[in-house]
């Protein structure tokens, strides 16, 4: 029989308080893995495009994956189309222990789409949330949302998803228009609210930076769990107290779970940026970055982590005094603070030293002037080291003139536009891009003679 509320919030989720937010192409396995070992109780998988989900098998196999551990886990979609959600749904229903509709996403391919905190039809929402509902067959509907400016509104939103069927609601306490730089801080007090007027479980995001946060969150909105996003990636120890997680450690064990778990070097990479946030703030540490960019393989990744805690083990005065966001060494995994005002005042930035984006192009530009005009990338590997020199290449044969890759066969030794201009101007031929040699079609004009 199919549990609901209560009843499927404690038997299956197990009454859980510290809960991992679903996160595009960031809350994958290894991600889920990792955070589950640091307190999360429950997880949920990036958000999946219903409608791709359903016919593309490369999109489910690339980002779906899942093992026996990785329990309770719940399923997110995001779409517009009850029957189009409601097969994807189908197809993972005895892989996970609920469904939940993204009605939160607040970005500019949600707002093209027509889904997420960007489907105002409340009629097609009911008509998901119902379909879900009366479909599944083991597991129940969930939905997760963001506030609206008024109080009253939000309230009668969440009523009529628990009417259409939602088992719990999640709340982020931010608008749809709270997003990047005009996040903001999230209303609790919205959230408090909700919890007041529906039956069903409430859990609550945003606001949520270190364990203190989820602590003054339960207490002050009384919901039933707090989930965390952007707080997770920066510090997967989040919902651990009192545990400073060495951002070297949480690597190491990161890159174990991503080798018996394979996923994509574009998602290790986000997290790699994340989690060296602070670190990377400061012009000590700066070549990091072009390391971390241009990671292919686990490999790149193990020489990053030997090459990190060379920079901190020989930079340690500097790294024990210099603190991040959460007034923590930056030696260890700790939220960023985003947002502006109140934030700030809570969580003070200390950060001497720091290397701003316009001294390093200053930087960058002067020792290109200073050294013949050299490219950006000489540019950036003189500033690590200045004694660096750089031989020019051996095979100066790639190249055409106008400094393009030259066409492997080319009879002129040129790339393919500039060979085809050379023979038109030359009348001369190329077989390899099947250009013919033009050949004289027309004789003298001969002498005209007159009388």
Not at 199 to 228: Q, Y
Not at 392 to 402: A, E, F, G, I, Q
Request: glycine residues 4%.
């Amino acid at each position: 029989m199919k549990l609901h509320g209560y009843d499927f919030w404690e038997q299956v989720l197990k009454s859980p308080k510290y809960i991992l937010a679903p996160m595009v192409d960031q809350s994958e396995l290894p991600w889920r893995i990792l955070s589950r070992r640091y307190g999360a109780q429950v997880t949920y998988t990036p958000m999946y495009n219903s409608a791709v989900f359903l016919i593309d098998e490369t999109y489910r196999n690339k980002l779906f994956q899942t093992e026996d551990s990785d329990r309770p886990l719940v399923v997110q979609f995001c779409g517009n189309d009850p029957q189009t959600v409601l097969k994807a749904a189908l197809m993972v229903e005895n892989c996970c222990d609920a469904i939940d509709l993204n009605l939160g996403c607040p970005q500019n391919v949600a707002k093209r789409g027509k889904y997420g905190a960007f489907l105002d039809d409340w009629d097609v929402i009911f008509k998901i949330v119902r379909s879900l509902h009366d479909n599944l067959k083991s597991i129940p509907v969930t939905a997760k949302f963001r506030v609206f400016d008024c109080v009253e509104k939000t309230c009668k939103y969440a009523q009529m998803l628990e009417e259409a069927g939602a088992a719990v609601l999640t709340v982020h306490g931010r608008t749809r228009e709270q997003k990047g730089p005009m996040s903001g801080l999230a209303d609790w007090e919205k959230i408090a609210a909700i919890k007041k007027c529906v039956k069903v479980p409430v859990v609550a995001n945003g606001n949520i930076l270190c364990f203190k946060d989820i602590e003054r969150c339960l207490r002050e909105t009384k919901v039933d769990a707090v989930m965390s996003a952007e707080g997770n990636l920066h510090n997967p120890a989040l919902f651990a107290p009192n545990c400073k997680l060495k951002v070297t450690d949480a690597i190491s064990e990161y890159l174990e779970l991503c080798h018996t778990f394979p996923t994509s070097m574009s998602f290790i990479r986000a997290h790699i940026f994340k989690m060296c946030y602070h670190i990377l703030q400061f012009e000590k540490f700066l070549f990091l970055r072009e390391i971390i960019t241009e990671m292919k393989t686990l490999e790149d990744v193990e020489k990053l982590n030997e090459t990190l805690k060379r920079a901190l083990s020989e930079n340690e005065e500097f790294v024990l005094e210099m603190t991040g966001d959460m007034q923590l060494s930056i030696m260890y995994c700790q939220a960023r603070v985003r947002s502006s005002g109140e934030s700030k005042d809570n969580y003070p930035k200390i950060r001497t030293n720091q290397f701003s984006r316009e001294d390093r192009k200053r930087t960058l530009a002067q020792i290109q002037s200073e050294h013949g005009g050299c490219s950006l990338r000489q540019a950036k590997q003189l500033m690590r080291n200045p004694e660096k020199g750089f031989q020019k290449s051996n095979r100066p044969w790639l190249h055409c003139m106008c400094r393009q890759p030259k066409s492997k066969g080319c009879a002129h030794e040129m790339c393919k536009i500039c060979c085809r201009k050379l023979c038109l101007e030359k009348k001369v031929g190329c077989e390899q891009h099947k250009m013919r040699k033009i050949e004289a079609t027309r004789s003298e004009p001969s002498e005209i003679k007159l009388g």
